[in-house]
């Protein structure tokens, strides 16, 4: 069931995400939010490089300026960070108008107007995480100036961030409510009106529950969208991703050696190499042992290209 899925040589991270193929590089880039690195890797099975953070990093974007790459933005914890090369200097470009203590950036992607949108978690030092987070999109486009603007609130643990191909709709998911949303959007990409459901799982059963509990099948992490506008989710703590119709119709399901897949993103020189990365972190040693490829980078080929990735667009400084 599994021998379509392959292992980069990356090692194993605590927790996987953000992942997306750079077109001029030909690389993977992705994080390791907890190991608190930005890593990024050729699909030939050489060796990957890592980068070392001051703080978790949430998401990870490529940046260009008049038309020119200019290396990545990359959200720290509650800043914005620009990263003009590969192991140099971080400047800070904004900042998210959160409490670091208890709250940080997680999923995120640029929209194709090149805004960068961050959701954020909350992350109690103890009790179950509350709906105190948003998503906010950050404009960088201006000169000197970051207009950051909530666009989504109450929101516990935001995930699942993506557009479709013609930018009319965003989807998103708030990991905790086992739901995927649609909303329809405006010209410029932002959310109108009351969203849709597109997607809801079960919630994990009691262990009391009569008949003993059902077979658990994930919550919805990270996504990514293709050519033909499916919806690819990641299923976390259900071992498999799933293909949706705009419609939230079940198009494929795909079963990973894993317990935790994270975020999938479509890459490669044609952009049929599905690659998802996934999480060690907080797994119990009998998983780990059990499932030896937690928290590594998969890949393997599907039949339908993806996007090509969206730029944050940042103003000349």
Partial sequence: ?????????????LLGES?????????????????????????DGSTPECWPMPAEPGCIAPARCQGR????????????????QWGGTLVELAQLP?????????????????RLWVGTLHEPLSGPRQPVGALYCVDLRRPGTALVQPMLEQ????????????????????????????????????????????????????????????????????????AEGAYWCALYEGARLLRLSPSGQCLQELALPLACPTMPCLGGPDGRTLLVTSASAGRSAQELAARPLSGRVLQRRVAVPGLPVA???????
């Fill in 1 to 13: 069931m599994h021998t379509d899925w392959t292992a980069l040589a990356a090692p194993a991270q």
């Fill in 19 to 43: 992942p997306f193929w750079h077109p001029q590089e030909q690389r993977l880039y992705w994080v390791d939010i907890t190991g608190r690195a930005l890593l990024r890797a050729r699909l």
């Fill in 69 to 84: 790459p200019v290396g990545l933005v990359v959200a720290l914890r509650g800043r914005i960070c620009h990263a003009p």
């Fill in 98 to 114: 959160i409490d670091p203590a208890r709250q940080r950036a997680n999923d995120g992607k640029c929209d194709a107007l090149g």
């Fill in 155 to 226: 929101v516990a643990t935001a995930n699942g961030l993506a557009w479709s191909p013609d930018g009319r709709r965003l989807y998103f998911a708030d990991t905790p409510s086992h739901c995927i949303r649609a909303w329809d959007c405006n010209a410029r990409g932002e959310p109108q009106g009351t969203p849709q459901v597109l997607q809801r799982f079960a919630p994990r059963d009691p262990p009391e529950r009569a008949g003993g509990p059902r077979p658990y099948g994930g919550r919805p992490d990270g996504a990514c969208v293709d």
């Fill in 311 to 317: 730029w944050c667009e940042l103003g000349r400084r």
